[in-house]
C-alpha cells in the first residue's frame, strides 16, 4: 500500500488543522492505520490509531481530548483532527498502515509509510 499524506502547515497556539492520508495500491480496510510524529532531535513517537472498520480509536495521553483519528473507507483516507494545538505539538506528522483488524502503537510494527507533513505550532 502507499501513502500520501498531507493537510499540515502553520498555525498559532489554539489553532486547528486536519491532516489526510489517501491510501492506493492495496484494499484499504485490510489495514489498520496510525499517525505518528517526529520533533526534532526526537524518536518517531504514536500520536493515534483507528482499527480496520472504524470503530476502534487509540489515542497518546499528550493529544487525547484535542485530536481526532477518523477513516473513510470509500475514500481509502485516514483523517487526524487536531484542535486546540499547542506549540509541543510541532512535528512532522506521519501515517502509517499494518496489516490486521486493530492497530499497534509501536512503530516497528508498521510496514508501511507516508511522506510526512510539517505541522508548525507558534506560540
Known amino acids: 500500500v502507499q501513502l500520501q499524506a498531507s493537510g499540515g502547515g502553520s498555525v498559532q497556539t489554539g489553532g486547528s488543522l486536519r491532516l489526510s492520508c489517501v491510501a492506493s495500491g492495496s484494499t484499504f480496510s485490510d489495514y489498520s492505520m496510525g499517525w505518528f510524529r517526529q520533533a526534532p532531535g526526537k524518536e518517531r513517537a504514536f500520536v493515534a490509531a483507528v482499527n480496520w472498520s472504524g470503530d476502534g480509536t487509540y489515542y497518546a495521553d499528550s493529544v487525547k481530548g484535542r485530536f481526532t483519528i477518523s477513516r473513510d473507507n470509500d475514500k481509502n483516507t485516514v483523517y487526524l483532527q487536531m484542535n486546540s494545538l499547542k506549540p509541543e505539538d510541532t512535528a512532522v506528522y506521519y501515517c502509517?498502515?499494518?496489516?490486521?483488524?486493530?492497530?499497534?502503537?509501536?512503530?516497528?510494527?508498521?510496514?508501511?509509510w507516508g511522506q510526512g507533513t510539517q505541522v508548525t505550532v507558534s506560540s
Open positions: 502509517a498502515a499494518v496489516e490486521g483488524p486493530e492497530p499497534t502503537g509501536w512503530v516497528h510494527e508498521y510496514g508501511y
